[in-house]
């Protein structure tokens, strides 16, 4: 009896939830600034992927670290 009453609160719940989301204008504006925090992200990942890369230099003289013996 308890478990179809969570169900039924889940439920009014979820109705509720949804119309007060798909009612505001808050949607959008969150929309966007989330748009708008993904791209700062990703802009500073290519800016530091494009730092280390400028930066990387091959290793003239490789050693080996270790050898597998099998």
Known sequence: MIAYLLVLI???ALILGSLLCLRGKWLLA???GT???VLV???LLLVFCG???R???V???EQPVA???I
């Open 10 to 12: 889940g439920i009014l």
């Open 30 to 32: 969150w929309l966007r």
């Open 35 to 37: 748009l708008g925090l």
């Open 41 to 43: 992200g990703g802009a």
């Open 51 to 53: 730092r280390d890369l």
């Open 55 to 57: 930066y990387y230099q």
């Open 59 to 61: 290793l003239v003289s």
């Open 67 to 69: 050898r597998l013996l």
